[in-house]
């Protein structure tokens, strides 16, 4: 049986599923793409590669084995995008909560079956189809649990709009000893600098007391002031749009003071390590093409 935990984004890590990116098909056609990013990249003909994602990938998981983390990857299916663990569940506690992904992700949530398995059926929760949630909106800060939504009248218009209010609802009621806070993020279908497609494309709390941010990942200044009233500025590193864009917030912490990112990162990354951090660089470039980086391809089982 799996024993779950996790309570927030960077304490010392024990288990985690990693996407994999073998047999991710083809590149897409424009119209099968679900977010900007791959459409642009698709556009410009630079859409990555199997093998360049295989082996940033392989980069990923050579840093877990360091550091003695068991990694569980998901079964292969044929011609299949199965990079982004991170969105198909999530755990809060002791808790496995099966996302309400976008219906063309949804195969990949059958390919983890076989670890969902191993969890104590009690403790593996499945939402009601109204409630819309994805893991990479879902952000835990011990009492608090950070969601990313979307509240436009016109949610149903947005394919980059994962979790609707039902999903922070249920949240809410199923963890009615945290605080649940919603963040009305900003969407577009069109420019990927301007969408924050999930909550990590725009903020990770990092250490302690520290966060990434990127403040007009916000609709609304008022969400971003909250998270400067609760981690105070200081402690809070500012990205511009192109930093957001190239996903500087969805870097990946293994421990308090260890954080995997992207090794073109460096303003970042020496902020990090002025703050005492270690700093475990890999190529991630290519992955990112698919507005996604190392926190999306990850979902956390056992925290410290
Ligand atoms: N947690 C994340 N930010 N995941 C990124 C997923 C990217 C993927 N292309 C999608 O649109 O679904």
Not at 54 to 80: Q, S, T, W
Not at 147 to 153: A, Q
Request: charged share 30%.
């Amino acid at each position: 049986m799996l024993e779950l935990n996790v309570k927030n984004e960077t304490s010392r890590l024990k288990a985690v599923v990693l996407g994999i990116a073998n047999s991710n098909g083809p590149t897409p056609k424009l119209e099968e793409a679900y977010d900007p990013k791959s459409k642009e990249h698709i556009l410009a003909g630079t859409y990555p590669v199997e093998s360049d994602m295989v082996k940033e990938m392989k980069a990923l998981n050579g840093v877990f084995e360091k550091y003695g983390v068991d990694v569980y990857r998901p079964h292969l299916i044929k011609d299949y995008n199965q990079i982004f663990a991170r969105d198909i569940a999530f755990v809060i506690d002791d808790l496995f909560i099966k996302a309400n992904i976008l219906p063309d992700r949804e195969q990949e949530v059958e390919a983890i079956q076989y670890i969902i398995d191993q969890i104590d059926t009690s403790k593996v929760i499945t939402p009601p189809e109204k409630v819309h949630i994805e893991g990479g909106d879902v952000m835990l800060w011990d009492d608090h649990i950070f969601v990313g939504t979307y509240k436009g009248s016109d949610y149903k218009n947005y394919i980059t709009a994962r979790t609707n209010m039902y999903g922070v609802d249920f949240i809410k009621e199923l963890f009615p000893n945290k605080t649940v806070k919603e963040f009305d993020l900003v969407k577009s279908k069109l420019e990927p600098r301007d969408n924050a497609l999930h909550l990590d494309c725009c903020f990770q709390p990092i250490g302690s007391n520290k966060g990434i941010i990127f403040k007009n990942g916000f609709r609304e200044e008022q969400d971003y002031m909250y998270l400067v009233e609760l981690f105070g500025k200081e402690n809070l590193f500012h990205i511009d749009r192109e930093e957001m864009y190239h996903m500087y917030s969805n870097v990946f912490s293994i421990a308090p003071d260890v954080v995997i990112t992207e090794r073109n990162f460096t303003r970042l990354n020496n902020w990090l390590r002025e703050h005492g951090m270690t700093v475990e660089e890999i190529p991630y470039a290519e992955i990112s093409k698919q507005e996604g980086l190392l926190r999306c391809s990850t979902m956390p089982l056992i925290r410290e």
